[in-house]
């Protein structure tokens, strides 16, 4: 045995030592960053949710913790780079120019190799009539045949077109990878430009006060007042003995008193009860007390649709808005001076004209679901170039559709919303 090697024999026991010592960090440091990697490659859930026409259920989808729920027609659900999604909606019931940019888009992701998914809410199939080619040279076939009321689902998420199609519904869950995805935009956002003043903002149903929603109560007029809204809905209808007050409607009214009585209670019976316990309930006489009070103050109403009758009990015709739900409550609304504010039921209803008719009676309010607004995109636009004003309700209906998201993303095409609570976007810089 030669020196050197008695030394390193000697020795070996903590040269393994200093080697061991000495690994174990390298190793360590290698798992952190295939943990890591690991890490990116999680897959996410997509779960697409397509209902048809029979079910009269809403469609959504799920990603990334975002829930969507969409309109009437066929939807794309663009998966890009860092988790993100961009979706649009095209009317293809309703509209053929909205089929032609649908294909459009269809072929440029096609082309581009865009990792997308496809998903059919209502009826979608009414205006592909004519197109069954092109969809098929694409790659859609089961698309190119789709039925009027059918639910579709459409996905390439593992590199070819997969299809789906039922009479009713069709639910799939899908794994993506956060690898997926590029940084393409196909759908830009559209941005509206557009003032804020206050009368833009209905407090719904007097607005919201300490969480609670829908109380048509003094207490949420005074709150919701305090807050900034000067513009108030509430929903006006009849007790047993023909008179008006304020509630949304008698089961939820019980619900929110606890009443156990007939339905519709006596004028008597609905002012014992308070809303929760706490909230002091509205007649005629409580209306007209708060709006003397505050005399800046408008009334929006609900629910009643005999506009001579309501306009009579109350005190400044002036500072009414009536939403009416028919055509001829409309127009006698603007024969007596009363400002209307047509719904949605009859203004879809008319035929020819819908501006013209509206200026002819004078209406410069209308209100409609804020679900309707893309596929109405072109009606909404015209109402807002002729200077009349759309509110939409439905605001907190949808996951993710607040006030802030009607703010961020919808005023400027529509005028105002019926908001629940009182944000900070909305104080007035004028």
């Known amino acids: 045995m030669t020196r050197f090697s008695h030394l390193l024999f000697n020795h070996k026991v903590p040269i393994l030592l200093i080697l061991l010592f000495i690994w174990k960090p390298v190793k360590a440091e290698n798992r952190s960053t295939i943990d890591s990697s690991f890490e990116n490659l999680q897959s996410l859930e997509l779960i697409l949710n397509s209902h048809s026409f029979n079910t009269h259920e809403r469609s959504t989808f799920s990603y990334a913790s975002q829930t969507e729920s969409i309109e009437r027609g066929l939807t794309i659900v663009h998966l890009q780079a860092d988790n993100k999604v961009e979706f649009k909606t095209f009317d293809t019931y309703g509209s053929k120019e909205d089929v032609k940019t649908f294909l459009e888009v269809l072929t440029q992701m096609i082309e581009s190799k865009a990792i997308f998914a496809m998903l059919a809410h209502d009826s979608a199939a009414a205006q592909l009539t004519g197109f069954e080619k092109q969809l098929s040279d694409l790659g859609f076939l089961q698309l190119s045949a789709l039925k009027g009321r059918q639910a579709y689902i459409m996905h390439n998420i593992n590199g070819t077109i997969t299809e789906q199609v039922n009479d009713n519904s069709i639910t799939e869950t899908l794994s993506i990878t956060s690898s997926v995805g590029s940084t393409a935009i196909y759908f830009p956002k559209e941005v509206y430009e557009f003032e804020s ?52 409607d008698w089961n939820m009214w019980a619900r929110f008193t606890d009443y156990t009585g007939t339905l519709p209670p006596t004028h008597a019976q609905f002012m014992k009860q308070k809303i929760y316990g706490d909230y002091t309930t509205l007649d005629m006489d409580g209306i007209n007390a708060w709006f003397k009070n505050h005399p800046d103050a408008t009334l929006i109403t609900d629910k009643v649709n005999d506009p001579i009758a309501f306009s009579d009990s109350f005190i400044d015709k002036d500072r009414l808005i009536m939403e009416l739900f028919s055509v001829m409550a409309v127009e006698k609304a603007s024969e007596q001076g009363i400002h ?12 020819g004209d819908k501006v013209n008719f509206l200026k002819v009676n004078n209406v410069s309010h209308v209100a409609v679901s804020r679900r309707i607004i893309s596929s109405q995109k072109k009606l909404m636009l015209q109402l807002r170039d002729a200077g009349i004003k759309v509110y939409v309700f439905n605001v907190n209906f949808d996951a993710g559709k607040d006030e802030q998201y009607v703010y961020d993303n919808e005023l400027g095409l529509v005028y105002g919303m019926y908001a629940d609570k009182w944000i900070s976007a909305m104080q007035s810089k004028n």
């Open 197 to 248: 003043n206050i009368d833009r903002y209905i407090a719904h149903a007097g607005g919201e006060i300490n969480g609670v929603k829908s109380t048509n109560s003094k207490h949420a007029l005074d709150e919701n007042y305090k807050k900034g809204f000067r513009n108030f809905e509430l929903d006006i209808i009849e007790t047993s003995d023909g008179k008006l007050v304020a509630a949304h």
């Open 340 to 351: 209307p504010m047509i719904s949605q039921e009859p203004l879809l209803a008319i035929k």
